[in-house]
């Protein structure tokens, strides 16, 4: 297990109230399973210049990480068995931080001469710049957009000369899009976390792309964050009368989709009813919706379940309404899985009689679920088919969700029997809190902050989230 205290103080501001002896302790002795280690920031500096007209800060920081054993199963039977430090030194530009280099070091070092060792240069317009240490290029970034990124062309460049790295021979913007277009290129590899991610979605989403372009760029969607983002429903409104062949193209894709059992693609799944649902015409929606409707609730038929419960939620919207039959055959099918143990199956049925206003069904069922003696024994059913829809729930049963959650909250706070699972007890009780943060009063959330601070040490707290508006 590896901590780092640098991530821990940047993004996690609220354990700076608690004190961080008691933290890190807890944090390594009680997460040690047979090593781990705690690295820390001794010191940092840094410079300012400028490359070509560009503010860039060159940091450098010393890091010290500390390694420990477990001996035992006990909690707190935990040695050091060994320390070491390194350098990392960093370029900044428009608050983003990009690696240079990393470097083994001692406890006492002079930050000043690994920033002296940092050169840099930028092509006449600014699109690439390339910063190296000690002469030896490390990474090529290119500006997309606002921001810069670190370039997909840069992995040939890394460890040349500075000074012999061609910058002007690396393709242009434009060479640059059509690499992004046809795969040949992937700037975002996952989701669109970072501020470069958003700023490169930003850039590409106001490229109007050819027939022939969308077609090429279409075989990414919906798996590739970029390419999400470009279809969105705007865009696809804007071209599906315009492009006759990439329409015909992204129907069959849906369609085919959705008939099938790709349940292990549920993220997706949205994406393509959604599409579907656009571009179809009205017999064309009547077609799938009797092909799938005797699929619905069924094992792995993970498609055709969201396919409804997304045709109900989109019914005001779209031309073609689901017909009333299927509604009432999904409805009673949903009522008799009620009773089953599937949980992903009830947790579905109960949603999709939500959605139609089937209160009384609902109602039925939640009463038996909400049960505080046999709570923690069925959690995972609680919390799959009461808290993971509780949006859809009305008002009043919402209201009846709350009141059930602070009798168990109070109720697990004072019960003898949590005593034999006194390690997990903090974490378990705080679930219950933070389900509640921003659902009840700010008073009610600070009684019960109050008494979980009086009843269990303040490592524990970490647990606890924090509500913006009871602060």
Same mark, same amino acid.
């Given at each position: 297990?590896? =901590?780092?205290? $640098?991530? =821990?103080?940047?993004?996690?501001?609220?354990?700076?109230?608690?004190?961080?002896?008691? +933290?890190?302790?807890?944090?390594?002795? #009680?997460?040690?399973?047979?090593?781990?280690?705690?690295?820390?920031?001794?010191?940092? %500096?840094?410079?300012?210049?400028?490359?070509? #007209?560009?503010?860039?800060?060159?940091?450098?920081?010393?890091?010290?990480?500390?390694?420990?054993?477990?001996?035992?199963?006990?909690?707190?039977?935990?040695?050091?068995?060994?320390?070491?430090?390194? &350098?990392?030194?960093?370029?900044?530009?428009? #608050?983003?931080?990009?690696?240079? $280099?990393?470097?083994?070091?001692?406890?006492?070092?002079?930050?000043?001469?690994?920033?002296?060792?940092?050169?840099?240069?930028?092509?006449?317009?600014?699109?690439?710049?390339?910063?190296?240490?000690? %002469?030896?290029?490390?990474?090529?970034?290119?500006?997309?957009?606002?921001?810069?990124?670190?370039?997909?062309?840069?992995?040939?460049?890394?460890?040349?000369?500075?000074?012999?790295?061609?910058?002007?021979?690396?393709?242009?913007?434009?060479?640059?899009?059509?690499?992004?277009?046809?795969?040949?290129?992937? =700037?975002?590899?996952?989701? &669109?976390?970072?501020?470069?991610? $958003?700023?490169?979605?930003?850039?590409?989403?106001?490229?109007?792309? @050819?027939? /022939?372009?969308?077609?090429?760029?279409?075989?990414?969607?919906?798996?590739?964050?970029?390419?999400?983002?470009? +279809?969105?429903?705007?865009?696809?409104? $804007?071209?599906?009368?315009?492009? &006759? %062949?990439?329409?015909?193209?992204?129907?069959?894709?849906?369609?085919?989709?959705?008939?099938?059992?790709?349940?292990?693609?549920?993220?997706?799944?949205?994406?393509?009813?959604?599409?579907?649902?656009?571009?179809?015409?009205?017999?064309?929606?009547?077609?799938?919706?009797?092909?799938?409707?005797?699929?619905?609730?069924?094992?792995?038929?993970?498609?055709?379940?969201?396919?409804?419960?997304?045709?109900?939620?989109?019914?005001?919207?779209?031309?073609?309404?689901?017909?009333?039959?299927? =509604?009432?055959?999904?409805?009673?099918?949903?009522?008799?899985?009620?009773?089953?143990?599937?949980?992903?199956?009830?947790?579905?049925?109960?949603?999709?009689?939500?959605?139609?206003?089937?209160?009384?069904?609902?109602?039925?069922?939640?009463?038996?679920?909400?049960?505080?003696?046999?709570?923690?024994?069925?959690?995972?059913?609680?919390?799959?088919?009461?808290?993971?829809?509780?949006?859809?729930?009305?008002?009043?049963?919402?209201?009846?969700?709350?009141?059930?959650?602070?009798?168990?909250?109070? %109720?697990?706070?004072?019960?003898?029997?949590?005593?034999?699972?006194?390690?997990?007890?903090?974490?378990?009780?705080?679930?219950?809190?933070?389900?509640?943060?921003?659902?009840? @009063?700010?008073?009610?959330?600070?009684?019960?902050?109050?008494?979980?601070?009086? /009843? +269990?040490?303040? #490592?524990?707290?970490?647990?606890?989230?924090?509500?913006?508006?009871?602060?």
């Amino acid at each position: 297990m590896n =901590i780092n205290l $640098q991530f =821990i103080k940047t993004h996690l501001p609220r354990f700076r109230a608690y004190s961080w002896l008691t +933290f890190l302790t807890l944090l390594v002795l #009680g997460s040690c399973q047979r090593s781990c280690s705690l690295t820390r920031v001794v010191k940092t %500096d840094s410079k300012k210049i400028k490359v070509n #007209g560009v503010p860039v800060t060159i940091r450098a920081a010393l890091k010290k990480t500390t390694r420990y054993r477990r001996n035992s199963r006990k909690l707190f039977d935990v040695s050091k068995t060994s320390s070491s430090y390194r &350098v990392v030194v960093e370029v900044e530009i428009e #608050g983003e931080e990009y690696l240079v $280099q990393t470097l083994p070091a001692k406890a006492k070092e002079d930050l000043e001469v690994y920033e002296d060792k940092v050169t840099l240069k930028a092509t006449s317009n600014n699109y690439y710049l390339a910063a190296a240490y000690e %002469d030896k290029t490390q990474v090529i970034l290119q500006k997309i957009g606002k921001l810069y990124y670190e370039s997909p062309y840069g992995k040939e460049y890394e460890q040349q000369s500075l000074s012999q790295t061609d910058l002007t021979s690396l393709p242009n913007e434009v060479s640059f899009l059509q690499d992004v277009i046809h795969n040949r290129v992937r =700037i975002i590899s996952g989701n &669109v976390q970072t501020p470069a991610d $958003q700023a490169f979605v930003q850039y590409f989403s106001q490229q109007n792309l @050819s027939e /022939q372009e969308t077609i090429a760029f279409f075989d990414q969607w919906p798996n590739r964050a970029l390419a999400e983002a470009y +279809f969105n429903p705007k865009r696809i409104n $804007q071209i599906k009368d315009k492009y &006759v %062949d990439w329409k015909k193209l992204a129907k069959e894709k849906a369609g085919k989709f959705l008939q099938s059992n790709r349940g292990f693609m549920k993220k997706q799944i949205p994406n393509y009813i959604q599409l579907f649902l656009m571009l179809s015409e009205k017999e064309e929606v009547q077609k799938l919706d009797a092909t799938l409707v005797s699929k619905w609730g069924g094992t792995f038929e993970d498609v055709a379940t969201a396919y409804f419960l997304e045709r109900i939620k989109m019914n005001n919207e779209t031309e073609t309404k689901l017909e009333k039959r299927y =509604i009432e055959q999904i409805e009673a099918k949903s009522i008799r899985v009620l009773q089953g143990t599937r949980v992903k199956r009830v947790k579905s049925a109960v949603e999709f009689l939500l959605l139609i206003g089937n209160h009384e069904a609902v109602q039925r069922h939640l009463n038996e679920l909400l049960n505080v003696e046999s709570y923690w024994d069925n959690e995972y059913r609680v919390k799959r088919v009461v808290n993971e829809n509780y949006d859809f729930y009305p008002a009043k049963m919402q209201q009846q969700i709350t009141a059930f959650y602070e009798s168990l909250f109070y %109720d697990y706070m004072q019960t003898n029997e949590a005593t034999n699972d006194y390690r997990r007890r903090p974490m378990k009780i705080s679930k219950v809190y933070n389900f509640l943060l921003d659902k009840v @009063s700010c008073e009610k959330i600070k009684k019960m902050r109050k008494r979980y601070e009086e /009843q +269990f040490d303040r #490592g524990s707290r970490v647990f606890l989230e924090k509500s913006d508006s009871c602060d």
